[in-house]
């Protein structure tokens, strides 16, 4: 039996939270059109004012179920996905972006993970962003200094002693080879149906537009079940502008996650804390030094937005990520 004919035996379905950006989720649909092995069911959780899922008759001629949920009260992706794993009824759920392009084979190469038993007691599956910029001269030596403060590291998808993370596409070396993680990537992840018995995303922290909540899910699920990513399992992330944050709020809600997630998931007396706070010092110095090398009003705004938080944090106001 071929990988394909395996992987057609698991039933996968697409949960996409979308807020009006119908062009961009229009393009992702297509692009789950032309897959080599077809989902059971696209799931469209809505936030915004669409009138129903775009291209509907093409799905549902080419054999894939189409759900279309409008929200009508908590707003964000957080609980968008909550909805749309509860509505699922394949056996692998996986969680899209509505402003990206799948490579032809990514729900093949997600699924073969699953079925080739690799993996003890395997929970969730990742892939990755094909189009990640390289790093800069100037990124690299950033990052050089950000791992100096547990900032970031060398391997990508860890969680670092200071509560910190080596996100994906911050070293420049990313994975060529499959690997156990200790989180997914945002927009690329995948899990088994029965991860959501037990697990949810938190949609009362992480509102609106969020940052982080994948990683955090993700991360509690790593405690439990192995998480692996994947390389082969590609799409482009075409990084729509249409409602993202401007460049403050993402510094304030990108120090209060990194408390956040400290707070559950790392911290553990006295010298976690430290290692906290050294992390704190050296993000505010990166920062600060990137300013002074760029000279840009989005790096400075993006500054003015972490300290805002770091404020928020000492005051006992921190934590929230909306």
């Not at 179920?65 to 509860?86: D, T």
């Not at 790392?266 to 002074?292: C, E, Q, R, T």
Request: hydrophobic residues 35%.
């Amino acid at each position: 039996m071929t990988d394909s004919q395996n992987t057609e035996k698991l039933r996968a379905s697409i949960v996409i939270p979308t807020y009006n950006r119908p062009d961009d989720l229009r393009n992702c649909i297509e692009s789950i059109l032309k897959q080599t092995v077809r989902p059971y069911e696209i799931i469209v959780v809505d936030d915004g004012n669409l009138a129903d899922v775009p291209l509907r008759k093409e799905c549902e001629d080419a054999g894939i179920k189409c759900v279309y949920f409008k929200k009508q009260g908590e707003r964000g992706s957080a609980a968008s996905k909550n909805i749309g794993a509860g509505l699922a009824g394949g056996d692998i759920v996986l969680f899209l972006d509505d402003d990206v392009i799948l490579y032809p084979d990514y729900i093949e190469e997600i699924l073969r993970v699953y079925t080739e038993n690799r993996y003890e007691d395997i929970g969730g599956v990742g892939g990755i962003v094909a189009n990640t910029k390289p790093l800069s001269r100037n990124k690299k030596l950033r990052h050089t200094l950000e791992a100096v403060f547990l900032i970031s590291g060398n391997k990508e998808g860890k969680v670092l002693p200071s509560g910190f993370t080596t996100n994906y596409g911050s070293t420049g070396t990313p994975y060529t080879q499959e690997a156990v993680v200790d989180f997914l990537p945002a927009g690329v992840s995948s899990f088994k149906k029965e991860i959501f018995a037990r697990f949810s995303f938190d949609a009362g922290r992480f509102q609106n537009y969020s940052l982080g909540e994948d990683k955090e899910f993700s991360y509690q699920v790593s405690k439990t079940r192995t998480l692996v990513l994947n390389p082969k399992a590609r799409l482009l992330h075409m990084e729509s502008p249409i409602m993202k944050p401007d460049n403050f709020k993402m510094g304030l809600m990108y120090i209060n996650f990194c408390y956040l997630f400290f707070t559950r998931h790392v911290k553990k007396g006295p010298l976690s804390a430290i290692f906290f706070w050294y992390a704190v010092i050296g993000l505010v110095l990166s920062n600060a030094v990137g300013f002074m090398f760029s000279g840009k009003q989005k790096t400075l705004d993006h500054l003015k937005g972490l300290l805002t938080g770091i404020r928020d944090i000492i005051s006992g106001k921190g934590g929230f990520v909306r």
